[in-house]
């Protein structure tokens, strides 16, 4: 255990990349960021073109078909000629419901982003992630034995209680840091907590019916 332990360990302080490297892949990464919203934009039950979406992004649902209220920016880019009252649809579907969800998409990967280097920074060790220290099971065990056991709690408190099993189980790994400084032994022991977590889910799911672990199921993949 004590080589495996010195093995994990780092030796050397990590270099840090080329500046230029890293600009290059920010750029890279905001391109590639720019393209997916566009997508979620474009794409969808109801297809709208990259013209309908610019016709309507940045205009309010009164002024939908006025070309004097295109941003002047974004005229060069707009056919004017074909501005229509079909827009107004266009106008619902991407500010109602796709440019919202993207944008929540986008807060929630930058905010499990952030939460990830924060833990491997705090831990100094490169696998620190919360799967590994039991944060997420946590999360899925409240869930669980409310699912399983019919617990009678409105379904749209599900987040809540697994903010609150998250948080339980981060604070059950707080208490062990305090005990042990070691962040390699830290790891280890949220892996143990991991597993241990993972036996009480499964646990709950074989004696669940199939409608509470369909439902289960559901909520773990985040549909």
């Known amino acids: 255990m004590t080589t495996i332990l010195q093995t994990l360990t780092p030796h050397r302080q990590a270099r840090l990349p080329h500046p230029g490297t890293t600009a290059i892949t920010i750029l890279l990464l905001v391109m590639a960021l720019a393209g997916v919203l566009a997508a979620s934009l474009t794409s969808g039950d109801v297809d709208l073109s990259t ?21 002047i920016l974004i005229r060069p ?9 079909g827009d107004r649809l266009a106008h619902i579907v991407v500010h109602n419901l796709r440019l919202p969800r993207a944008l929540l ?23 620190a992630e919360p799967g590994i220290l039991g944060v997420s099971s946590g999360a899925v065990v409240l869930v669980a034995i409310v699912t399983v056991f019919k617990i009678p709690i409105a379904y749209s408190v599900m ?6 099993g998250g948080l339980a189980a981060g604070s059950l790994l707080l208490v062990a840091a305090s005990l042990k400084t070691d962040p390699v032994r830290l790891v280890l022991i949220g892996a143990a907590m991991t597993a241990f977590l993972n036996a009480v ?10 409608f509470d672990i369909q439902l289960l199921y559901r909520f773990m993949v985040g549909s």
Do not use: K, W
């Open 51 to 71: 013209q309908q979406v610019l016709r309507v992004l940045f205009i309010p649902r009164d002024a939908v078909g006025d070309a004097e209220r295109l941003p």
């Open 77 to 85: 880019f707009v056919d004017e000629s074909a501005l229509e009252s």
């Open 105 to 127: 998409g986008m807060l929630a990967g930058a905010s499990l982003a952030l939460a990830g280097v924060m833990l491997q920074d705090t831990l100094r060790n490169p696998l």
């Open 159 to 164: 987040p809540l209680l697994a903010l609150l």
């Open 201 to 210: 889910v499964i646990i709950a799911i074989s004696i669940g019916e199939p």
